[in-house]
Antibody, heavy 119, light 110 residues
Framework: QPHLVQSGAELKEPGASVKVSCQASGFTFTNYGFTWVRQAPGQGLEWMGWISPHNGAIVYAQNFQGRVAMTMDTSTTSVYMELRSLRSDDTAVYYC????????????WGQGTLVTVSS | ELVLTQSPGTLSLSPGERATLSCRASQGVSSGYLAWYQQKPGQAPRLLISGVSRRATGIPDRFSGSGSGTDFTLTISRLEPEDFAVYYCQQFGDSPRALTFGGGTKVEIK
């Protein structure tokens, strides 16, 4: 069955970058796309963007334009999300999730990666 | 920009009771993209409903979705102990192209 496994927790200083990975298994990687969502402590869900191994599309949320980069590696069936110029308010759990298109519901989700930004 | 407003913020109910959660969009949206997720503490969100009313694989039939236009509802017919969680609605907006989540409704044990 479809499964997404994300990389482990990260501790970063303000101004640094972080790169989170999401490895897919149990389905044909290039038939789908992936959404990235984050959740600050005690807060709701915030969409960051979409990347599609199916058609190569990448769409970033306006709030993250210029600071985020999403990439993919079909050889390892993985997608990556890099966030630059980290601030303390970037402290959050970051999730990847599979979708058939940017607009439709996502299922399944990865387990989440906690990124802590602190000096 | 699309905004999704969920109400109430918190719903205090007892097991066996009916839960009705609301999601209102700031503009008319395509019903094909309205989804609901359940999230328990320390866990990733789990898809419950897509396309307004289509239950995801393995989701029990006590969960149902309805609505159209700007008003959507998630109903849990009889709350089970494992249903106490936070629920989010989600919709795709065209201008700008972006996925939007509602602020969530917490269903807690009364």
């Amino acid at each position: 069955q479809p499964h997404l496994v994300q990389s482990g927790a990260e501790l970063k200083e303000p101004g640094a970058s972080v790169k989170v990975s999401c490895q897919a298994s149990g389905f044909t990687f290039t038939n789908y796309g992936f959404t990235w969502v984050r959740q600050a402590p005690g807060q709701g869900l915030e969409w960051m963007g979409w990347i599609s191994p199916h058609n190569g599309a990448i769409v970033y949320a306006q709030n993250f334009q210029g600071r985020v980069a999403m990439t993919m590696d079909t050889s390892t069936t993985s997608v990556y999300m890099e966030l630059r110029s980290l601030r303390s308010d970037d402290t959050a759990v970051y999730y990847c999730a599979r979708g058939t298109s940017i607009a439709v519901a996502q299922d399944p989700w990865g387990q989440g990666t906690l990124v802590t930004v602190s000096s | 920009e699309l905004v999704l407003t969920q109400s109430p913020g918190t719903l205090s109910l007892s097991p066996g009771e009916r839960a009705t959660l609301s999601c209102r969009a700031s503009q008319g949206v395509s019903s094909g993209y309205l989804a609901w997720y359940q999230q328990k503490p320390g866990q990733a969100p789990r898809l419950l409903i897509s396309g307004v009313s289509r239950r995801a694989t393995g989701i029990p039939d006590r969960f149902s979705g309805s609505g159209s236009g700007t008003d959507f509802t998630l109903t849990i017919s009889r709350l089970e102990p494992e249903d106490f969680a936070v629920y989010y609605c989600q919709q795709f907006g065209d201008s700008p192209r972006a996925l939007t989540f509602g602020g969530g409704t917490k269903v807690e044990i009364k």
